[in-house]
């Protein structure tokens, strides 16, 4: 019996914080030991709460909470001091805050805390107050590698700067706290909260389906705007598949990379994939299979595996690269190149050379994408202006033969034959002189 109070007294309050009519929800029965009107209060009650999660995540976004709480976010997940992962991060966090800012002032009013937390899994996280951390082992899975660990950022940095964070605590905070809340009166609220929102660091239950499609567009938008290669994108999600496959496992990846109702890795590689070829305006493409990159639909090459790179991650990085040179519109046929270390578009590397890769066949078939028409070729105009010069000459030979001989006409014809066309066009010429102007 005491259950079945419990399950309709939980009905009223669910039916109470998501605005259902309590008409639709059958009242218990008035019994002894059971008061409607605790019912009640119970939802008032939980009504009072939720207004308190809002004012506390109000207070944690504020300069002054979020300060405090990051303080407690620290306390947490620990912190890890390693000078190489710190400063790489401060580099990140400068420059994308930099390109963020043109679009977004607002970032000025509210720059966000960083730091390099101690926890071991492929993980990062945006929490209330724009207090950012990224997990050490982070790191380690990249290789240290700026560009790519730009795109994780930049993709945490795109739920920070749209409220993802706090629009998530109020979804998916339990019901059951605040109901636990309310029933026992406890006296500090916001600790109660505080602690479960803690609790909750980095759980992908905070954000959806539809904001993690949207984060990873912020992502590519605020990545190749500080500088960093636009193919890291893809580049990222293929180590995390060449590291442990198309699925997630908890071991590697952390949580907030894990449910199954956001985009599978490959699904994620891909859609960066195509970014890549938009960035330069349909010039370059990655295949996803062989790691052929093509440049204006020609095959120019796959790369090899080196670097502790898979061929594909090379491949999307150096697609990044030679994206970069066509972003321009002006740009249509660069100039490939390469020394002893390097392979370049114009000025720009695109690749550094490992063993086994053959600078000598990404020139050519570089230059070869690139070619430009043949310089023997005529242009339109060139054309027309050698037409015309040929139909002078034929009309000239022509009349000449019908024209009799001596008359001015007749020099005049056969004074044609002798100028170019373009002359021929606005000046009369007797003997070389002008006689008069058409």
């Avoid at 795109?151 to 749209?162: D, K, L, P, T, Y």
């Amino acid at each position: 019996m005491q259950n079945i109070r419990k399950q309709k007294l939980t009905k009223v309050v669910l039916a109470a914080l998501v605005g259902v009519s309590i008409m639709t929800t059958s009242l218990p029965k008035a019994e002894a030991d059971f008061d409607v009107g605790s019912a009640i209060g119970a939802v008032l009650g939980v009504g009072i709460q939720y207004a308190q999660l809002s004012k506390q995540i109000a207070y944690y976004n504020s300069n002054e909470g979020r300060n405090k709480y990051m303080g407690d976010v620290k306390k947490q997940v620990g912190v890890n001091y390693d000078p190489t992962a710190n400063a790489m991060l401060d580099r990140v966090m400068s420059r994308l805050s930099s390109a963020i800012a043109v679009e977004d002032p607002s970032i000025k009013k509210q720059p966000y805390n960083h730091f390099v937390n101690d926890q071991k899994t492929f993980n990062a996280f945006c929490t209330l107050g724009h207090n950012m951390s990224v997990n050490i082992g982070l790191f380690d899975i990249l290789n240290y590698n700026e560009d790519e660990l730009a795109f994780v950022v930049a993709h945490e940095m795109g739920h920070g700067q749209h409220n993802d964070p706090a629009n998530g605590v109020k979804r998916t905070f339990p019901l059951s706290v605040l109901a636990a809340v309310a029933s026992s009166q406890a006296g500090n609220i916001a600790e109660v909260i505080g602690v479960n929102i803690l609790n909750n660091l980095g759980s992908a239950k905070l954000v959806t389906l539809p904001m993690e499609k949207k984060a990873d567009e912020f992502a590519f938008d605020y990545a190749p705007k500080a500088g960093y290669n636009p193919g890291a994108g893809s580049a990222v999600w293929q180590r995390v598949i060449d590291k442990m496959g198309a699925g997630n496992k908890q071991s590697f990846v952390g949580s907030i990379f894990n449910p199954s109702d956001h985009p599978g890795n490959i699904s994620r590689r891909d859609t960066y994939s195509k970014d890549i070829t938009a960035y330069s305006n349909n010039n370059v493409k990655v295949d996803g299979k062989t790691a052929v990159i093509s440049v204006k639909n020609k095959a120019i090459g796959a790369p090899k595996a080196g670097a502790s790179m898979s061929a594909l991650e090379r491949a999307y990085l150096i697609a990044g690269n030679i994206s970069t040179v066509y972003h321009d519109k002006l740009v249509t046929n660069p100039t490939a190149s390469s020394d002893d270390s390097y392979v370049y578009l114009n000025d720009k590397a695109i690749m550094s050379l490992n063993s086994g890769d053959d600078a000598d066949t990404w020139v050519t078939n570089l230059n070869l994408a690139n070619r430009k028409k043949s310089d023997t070729s005529l242009t339109s105009k060139a054309v027309k202006t050698e037409n015309a010069t040929k139909t002078i000459k034929k009309d000239s030979k022509t009349t000449a033969t019908t024209t009799a001989p001596g008359s001015f006409r007749a020099k005049v014809e056969a004074e044609r034959a002798t100028v170019s066309a373009a002359s021929f066009n606005t000046f009369i010429y007797i003997s070389s002189k002008i006689e008069f102007v058409l």
